[in-house]
């Protein structure tokens, strides 16, 4: 089974710093990976898939790169809708598993 | 509007069963891989079960296979996950979530969830 670890486990920026988000895989996942933001009480919000694709009506200040088993997510100018948890997932093997990482809050500083 | 609406939580005692259900509206439900993923409280995200649609496919992730089935009903737009032997650490919100690609092989699905429904709580206490 593949594993996710995310770094760092909580990030205390300000409004308007850039994040730089970390997601690492213990294997190579190709370019398999996607990554999610949720808030308190809401379900998971799609940002970014096959690495680095965004969702629909993600704004372009959220961007994804990386490939293999190193990934990061960056959000270019924190906006205080931001301040959330982000989680990576990557989908690999056959049949498939899916597998999710343990998660980054980012905290307004 | 595309939108999942999951049912049938609540609490069970451990050993029991207990069946959810989340209906799909706003897209056409039978070309997608549909999934299940849960949340324990303060926890973080965990993929349960997935299903494909005309190809047979179904998957679990360990820790339910055996205890849990996936199924869904095409004519009625519903997606289903049967529980039983429930285990404490079952406790959790069930999400469904739908697959970011529609009408696609098993090869290039479960890569990412575009739409999730707002959960449902299960509990599992004595």
């Known amino acids: 089974e593949i594993l996710l670890t995310q770094s760092p486990a909580t990030l205390s920026l300000s409004p308007g710093q850039r994040a730089t988000l970390s997601c690492r895989a213990s294997?190579?996942?190709?370019?398999?990976l996607a990554w999610y933001q949720q808030k308190p009480g809401q379900p998971p919000r799609l940002l970014i898939y096959d690495a680095l694709n965004r969702a629909t009506g993600i704004p372009a200040r959220f961007s994804g790169s990386g490939s293999g088993t190193d990934f990061t997510l960056t959000i270019s100018s924190l906006e205080p809708e931001d301040f959330a948890v982000y989680y990576c997932q990557q989908r690999s093997g056959w049949p498939p598993k899916v597998t999710f990482g343990p998660g980054t809050r980012v905290d307004i500083k | 509007q595309v939108q999942l609406l999951e049912s049938g939580g609540g609490m069970v005692k451990p050993g029991g069963s207990l069946s959810l259900s989340c209906v799909a509206s706003g897209f056409s439900f039978k070309d997608y891989y549909m999934t299940w993923i849960r949340q324990a409280p303060g926890k973080g995200l965990e993929w349960v079960a997935s299903?494909?649609?005309?190809?047979?496919?179904?998957g679990y992730a360990e820790s339910v296979e055996g205890r849990f089935t996936i199924s869904r009903d095409n004519a009625d737009n519903t997606l289903y996950l049967r529980m039983n032997s429930l285990r404490p650490e079952d406790t959790a919100v069930y999400y469904c979530?739908?697959?970011?690609?529609?009408?696609?092989?098993?090869?290039?699905?479960?890569?990412?969830?575009?739409?999730w429904g707002r959960g449902t709580m299960v509990t599992v206490s004595s």
């Open positions: 294997q190579s996942v190709d370019l398999n």
């Open positions: 299903t494909g649609s005309g190809n047979g496919y179904t």
């Open positions: 979530a739908r697959d970011v690609r529609g009408d696609v092989l098993l090869t290039y699905a479960l890569t990412a969830f575009d739409i």
